[in-house]
């Protein structure tokens, strides 16, 4: 089994930055594919960012790219989602997720992972 556990939510004005951390236990994640997911009040789960391992392309929701950046640490079991430029939009919980080393077709698809945190709220004020 892996734990995850988000930190890093807060309020921030639009334009503002924040970084999200996860920080897994549990078992290690250098073997698996890990990513952001966010979810807005009324909405439907949305993928944000996941790469499949270390070194490998990292995939971003349109809307997020050039403003967000996913990195990862495997040696201590943590990922990272730096966000900058952030929008009133931006607003939702922030979900990271775990799950076996995808195909990159499934990557986007929160069915694909098995491992969910509890989520941290981002908040983004006009």
């Known amino acids: 089994q892996v734990q995850l556990v988000e930190s890093g939510g807060g309020l921030e004005p639009a334009g503002g930055s924040l970084k999200l951390s996860c920080q897994a236990s549990?078992?290690?994640?250098?073997?698996?594919?890990m990513a952001w997911f966010r979810q807005a009040p009324g909405k439907e789960r949305e993928f944000v960012a996941s790469?499949?391992?270390?070194?490998?392309?990292?995939y971003y929701l349109e809307s997020v790219k050039g403003r967000f950046t996913m990195s990862r640490d495997n040696a201590l079991s943590a990922v990272y989602l730096q966000m900058d430029n952030l929008k009133p939009e931006d607003t939702a919980v922030y979900y990271c997720?775990?799950?076996?080393?995808?195909?990159?077709?499934?990557?986007?698809?929160?069915?694909?992972?098995?491992?969910w945190g509890r989520g941290t709220q981002v908040t983004v004020s006009s």
């Open positions: 790469n499949r391992r270390s070194g490998e392309m990292i």
């Open positions: 549990g078992q290690p994640i250098n073997t698996r594919t």
């Open positions: 997720a775990a799950a076996p080393r995808l195909i990159l077709s499934t990557l986007r698809l929160s069915s694909s992972y098995h491992y």
